[in-house]
Every structure is written in structure tokens, then in C-alpha cells.
């Protein structure tokens, strides 16, 4: 055996490279812009600018190895990324067209700090802020291999709350307060509780939970059943009729090429590997 040793890269700009030219792998982002200008009063340049699985804007800056300024940088592009929306959204529409441009989500904007470490005040940092942070830590292995890890993930700055908001809309009409609604809220414990730094997000059509990226999306309940989607190739499970079904070549709300059908308790039980195997994806 030979030991292939981490290593950090030579130049910022190379981590740089290599997130953009993959960034939808990577991070679960389109990405939209590199080196994007602020203009000449706000004096700033975004590394990378993106649009995430769920619509909402993703500013990406990156740092070779630690910068104590990486988080704050971030923050203030941030800042004048809320008070640019129409340009954002103009250049949503350029790139991606008209369809994406009218569904940015902007109750949650996100920040991801690319860095070769980060320190424990970093980590306390973000969790101060009221803001969506995710710190990522990348290591590149001989000439091939590049790994990112999360470090910590917040979602509005602070910690989610454990419970889920209810649901609104017709499609979860007469369901919030029975069985339907009780199992939505026991998905919800469960995928919260796959490990640290899961955030859930909210969508007129789903209800998404990632960590960097989607791993599940939770449509409203239904009068009989609850479905769910995962990141899980659907050629590496056993499909069971009535429970789990292939729906790589269908349209359908959220991401994920694999549809869990939950109608009891039990259910949420059998699904559970599913659900871990979409996390650690």
C-alpha cells in the first residue's frame, strides 16, 4: 500500500477551478458567475455565484487554507446581494432562463466558505449570525482525488427548530391534524436526526432537507400516504410495489430519483436504511 497524503492547493484560484467546473456535483449548485462584480460604490468581486436545488442564491468564496475574514467576506457580499435582487434574478434569467429567474427563493440565501481549515471561532461564528452558512473544509489527494467536508452547516443562523412549521395549501388541506400529519412530523424527527448540520427547507411544493445538497424532498401530505424522494440510485434497490418506485424518468416536485410511499408508522420504519443511505450519498 502506498499513502496518498493530503495536501492543500497551490493557489486559491485552483479550488476555485475546480468547484465551478463541478459545481452542481459538488455543492447541488447551477452555477451562474465567477469573479462577479459589485460595482465601483459597494468595491467588491464574488467568487462564485450560483443557484441551488431549491432555489435559492448561493455565494461560494474560497480560501486556500485559514483566513479568520473568509466568513465576513462572505456576509458582506451577502448584503449587497439582497439589495441587488433584480440583478440577480436578471442574471438567473440569462443564464438559466425565464422559468428560474421567477422562482429564486430568497427567504434563504446561503453562503458557502471554501477553505482548507477552519478554526473553533470560526465555527462559533456562524452559529452567531442569522444567516444560512455552510463551512466547508477541502483536501486534494495526489492528483485526482478531492474531498469536502462539512464543518458546520446553519440554517438562518440559528439552530432549525426540531419541529416542522405545518403545512398550507390545498394539497395538505383536512390531513395537518391526522394520521397523514403525524406521520409527516415523525419523516421530520427522523431526517433531522441523521446527523449535525441538517437543514430543512421550505417550498410551496416541498419541503427539503440537505446537508450541502438535497438528500430529501417531503411533498404535503396526501389524504393516504406521504411521499418522499432520495438521493438513492433506484438500480441499487430492491423496489417494492406500494412502497418504493423508480421515478428517474418522471416529472416530479423536489430532487431525487427515488419515491418512498409512507402511509403508517411502520412504514417510516422500513424506510429509515433508505434515508440513511440518501444522507451518507
Known amino acids: 500500500m502506498t499513502e496518498v497524503v493530503p495536501r492543500l492547493a ?11 467546473a463541478h459545481m452542481e456535483t459538488l455543492l447541488g449548485v447551477r452555477f451562474l458567475a465567477s469573479e462577479y462584480s ?9 467568487d462564485s455565484l450560483g443557484l441551488d436545488e431549491n432555489g435559492s442564491p448561493v455565494i461560494v468564496e474560497y480560501k486556500r487554507g485559514v483566513d ?13 446581494l439582497l439589495d441587488h435582487r433584480d ?13 428560474a429567474a421567477s422562482q429564486v427563493l430568497w427567504s434563504g440565501p446561503r453562503v458557502v466558505c471554501v ?18 452558512i455552510d463551512l466547508v473544509r477541502y483536501r486534494l489527494f495526489g492528483s485526482d482525488l478531492l474531498a469536502l467536508e462539512t464543518v458546520a452547516a446553519v ?13 398550507s395549501g390545498a394539497q395538505a388541506a383536512g390531513v395537518q391534524g391526522g394520521a397523514m400529519g403525524e406521520l409527516a412530523g415523525a ?6 436526526g441523521l446527523g449535525a448540520g441538517v437543514n430543512r427547507v421550505e417550498r410551496k411544493t416541498y419541503r427539503a432537507y440537505q446537508r450541502l ?69
Not at 68 to 80: D, K
Not at 87 to 99: I, M, N, P, S, Y
Not at 187 to 192: A, H, K, N, P, T
Request: charged share 25%; proline share 5%; aromatic share 8%.
Open 87 to 99: 440583478e440577480f434574478e436578471r442574471l438567473v434569467r440569462d443564464r438559466l432562463g425565464a422559468t
Open 213 to 281: 445538497r438535497n438528500f430529501a424532498c417531503v411533498c404535503p401530505p396526501q389524504r393516504a400516504k406521504l411521499l418522499v424522494y432520495l438521493k438513492v440510485n433506484p438500480a441499487d434497490v430492491t423496489l417494492v410495489p406500494g412502497f418504493t418506485r423508480d421515478v428517474s424518468g418522471l416529472g416530479h416536485h423536489g430532487t431525487g430519483d427515488l419515491e418512498v410511499q409512507l402511509r403508517t408508522p411502520r412504514d417510516v420504519e422500513r424506510a429509515r436504511e433508505l434515508f440513511r443511505a440518501s444522507y451518507a450519498a
Open 155 to 167: 440554517s438562518g443562523g440559528v439552530q432549525m427548530a426540531r419541529r416542522a412549521r405545518p403545512w
Open 115 to 132: 477553505a482548507g481549515d477552519f478554526t473553533r471561532y470560526d465555527v462559533h461564528a456562524v452559529r452567531e449570525h442569522r444567516r444560512s
Open 68 to 80: 479568520a475574514g473568509v466568513i465576513n467576506q462572505g456576509l458582506f457580499y451577502l448584503s449587497w
Open 187 to 192: 419523516v421530520d424527527e427522523v431526517l433531522l
Open 10 to 20: 497551490e493557489v486559491e484560484a485552483d479550488v476555485q477551478g475546480l468547484v465551478e
Open 38 to 46: 459589485t460595482g465601483p460604490l459597494h468595491g467588491g468581486r464574488i
